[in-house]
């Protein structure tokens, strides 16, 4: 089955400093990667949508200057939390859709981000 | 604007009792509708859409358009039910973006 990886699993980084999670599609090609936000206790938030080659589309809210994504490849999608703050500690999720043959978002373990 | 209710934080049943843990929507256009489910400790999984019309695990759920409902249904719950169930809903398909309800945690009693 389609397998979506997420690298680190969990992060503990200072206040100011940028992190970076990486969405890997296993054993299929994705042009869409989606990012979401997960709080404790509480649904996916939907971030922002990534598309291989081009800009990543934003949810309302979300800065994208903040978040930064890039979808260098078919396979691969990044988001760079960047000058991370307390306030930045989530579960970020990452989903992909396979290009051939899809039928639904196969979704990564998630990666736990810790801003101290 | 698109939304998807989940009244329900928590479902408590025993072994064997019916479940139905409940969803509706807001959309103006013709949507798609997905369970997904997270047993602990592990990702997020689809667990059935409204456009395949089939039982996963003994699961079911039909789209009442009128009612803008997607309930999921059980008719015997077993232990290994227990999760978190999350609604969601897509404008045009998978491939588009999800918009998730809150969750309702089942827990199965024995």
């Known amino acids: 089955g389609a397998v979506v990886s997420q690298h680190p699993s969990r992060v503990i980084c200072k206040s100011g400093t940028s992190v970076k999670i990486e969405c890997r599609s296993l054993d299929f090609q994705a042009t869409t990667m989606f990012w979401y936000r997960q709080f404790p206790k509480q649904s996916l938030m939907l971030m922002a949508t990534s598309n291989e080659g081009s800009k990543a589309t934003y949810e309302q809210g979300v800065e994208k200057d903040k978040f930064l994504i890039n979808h260098a490849s078919l396979t691969l999608s990044t988001l760079t939390v960047t000058s991370a703050h307390p306030e930045d500690s989530s579960f970020y999720i990452c989903s992909a859709y396979p290009l051939v043959g899809g039928d639904t978002q196969y979704f990564g373990p998630g990666t736990r981000l810790t801003v101290l | ?110």
């Not at chain 2, 798609?32 to 003994?58: A, D, M, T």
């Not at chain 2, 999350?86 to 024995?110: D, M, Q």
């Open chain 2, 1 to 110: 604007a698109q939304r998807v209710t989940q009244p329900e934080k928590l479902l408590s049943v025993f072994k064997g009792a019916p479940v139905e843990l409940k969803c509706n929507y807001s959309y103006s256009g013709s949507p798609e509708l997905f369970w997904y489910v997270q047993y602990s400790r592990q990702r997020l999984q689809l667990l059935l859409r409204h456009i395949s019309r089939e039982s996963i695990k003994g699961f079911t759920a039909d789209l009442n358009k009128g009612e803008t409902s997607f309930h999921l249904k059980k008719p015997f719950a077993q232990e290994e039910d227990s999760a978190m169930y999350y609604c969601a809903l897509s404008a045009s398909g998978g491939y588009n973006k999800l918009i998730f309800g809150a969750g309702t945690r089942l827990a199965v009693h024995p």
